[in-house]
């Protein structure tokens, strides 16, 4: 029987980034194909679990009274319960809670993993945090009964705790953008080519100061867009950005319209990616759909996405020197644009991402 059940994420349709869009592409992608899916959601207050259907996916929501962490770890709990009493076959995005993945592997049921990143690395965590994410991917490597790595480094990474024949790389994908509405950014007093785009959560892993500050040094006659939400109140490290930032440098909060971001990324002059940890970084890949020029810290993770067509920094003072040449340059933009393309094209295609990834469930059947 072709029946899976996805956990790990909040839900679908996505609202909450890379994995509930990969779940919300795989689900659709395999009922076309005659799987039964079911997709665990987690929806806010109290009350008993109910069930709906979604374009053919079949929903068990949750409701789950606790926000935060504390929430998500108590909606994963009940969700694998759930799960354990009706399925054979699940797929669990992200080991944040693996531990729990020890109730499946007792009722005998098959789970595949995608391992995400190195989560417990990224400086963002407490000690105690990091504690519970490295046993929990210990945890996820024993338990999983197949892992999935979504990045090269990422499946060297797991190979280091477990078989290579229990690991498969399979990337994350994204949809290609060829066209989109250029009258989207007059709102935000955007041109096309007027502006370098930077899309990341605010976090000192990702660069954001020393991107800004390299952008800052000097009148660009160009804006730089940075999309995240800011709290200057509360978080000393986002205060800092926005002090570091020239009259050039714009921050319009969190964008989630698709056709508002589609319009950013197809008419910036360039994608600036300053993300140092993780695999493949979902909104790498989008950039790399829309054809974006791409500027991107140098490190094996985004050397490996972007490929060679990208240019790369190592630290503010290489940024600064590549967004001199590049913010000016026509030719050199062109060629990248091309070379992002032609890499997206060859790798990050949904089509070929979800098809090995039910080759993958049906190996598992």
């Known amino acids: 029987m072709k029946d899976l059940a996805i956990l790990g994420i909040r839900g679908v349709p996505a609202a909450h980034g890379g994995f509930e869009t990969f779940a919300e592409k795989l689900s659709l992608y395999l009922v076309e194909k005659d ?26 929501n949750i409701p789950v009274s606790r926000g935060g962490a504390a929430g998500t770890v108590i909606f994963d709990w009940k969700a694998t319960l759930h799960a354990a009493r009706r399925h054979k076959l699940t797929l669990t995005l992200g080991y944040n809670t693996a531990l729990f993945c020890t109730f499946l592997r007792a009722r005998g049921i098959t789970n595949l993993i995608n391992m995400d990143g190195i989560e417990w690395r990224r400086d963002k965590w407490s000690l105690p945090e990091r504690a519970w994410l490295y046993l929990n991917e210990r945890a996820g490597c024993l338990l999983g009964n197949h892992l999935i790595a979504d990045h090269p480094q990422i ?31 007059e709102p935000l007093g955007l041109a096309p080519d007027g502006f370098a785009l930077l899309v990341a959560r605010p976090e000192p892993e990702n660069s954001i100061l020393e991107i800004v500050r390299a952008f800052s040094r000097c009148h660009r006659g160009k804006k730089l867009v940075v999309l995240g939400n800011f709290d200057i109140q509360n978080n000393p490290y986002h205060a800092r950005v926005q002090d570091v930032a020239s009259d050039e440098v714009m921050f319009p909060g969190a964008i989630y319209a698709k056709p508002v971001l589609a319009a950013l990324r197809l008419h910036a002059l360039l994608y600036i990616h300053g993300h140092t940890v993780g695999g493949t970084n979902p909104s790498l890949v989008e950039a790399l759909g829309a054809g974006s020029a791409v500027l991107a810290h140098d490190n094996i993770y985004n050397r490996w996405v ?60």
Request: net charge negative; hydrophobic share 40%.
């Open 155 to 185: 499946e060297k990474h797991l190979q280091t705790r477990v078989s290579s024949r229990k690991i498969s790389m399979i990337p994350y994908g994204a949809e290609e953008i060829v066209s989109a509405d250029v009258s989207l950014l």
């Open 306 to 365: 972007a490929g060679e067509g990208a240019a790369f920094f190592a630290d503010e003072e290489e940024c600064a020197g590549l967004l001199d040449v590049l913010m000016q340059e026509g030719t050199e933009i062109e060629r990248m644009r091309k070379a992002s393309r032609n890499r997206f094209r060859q790798t990050f295609q949904w089509p070929m991402i979800l098809r090995a990834y039910e080759e993958c469930l049906l190996s598992m059947l």
């Open 35 to 60: 799987w039964t899916v079911t997709v665990y959601c987690q929806v806010e207050g109290a009350g008993k679990t109910g069930s709906d259907i979604w374009k053919g996916v079949r929903r068990i």
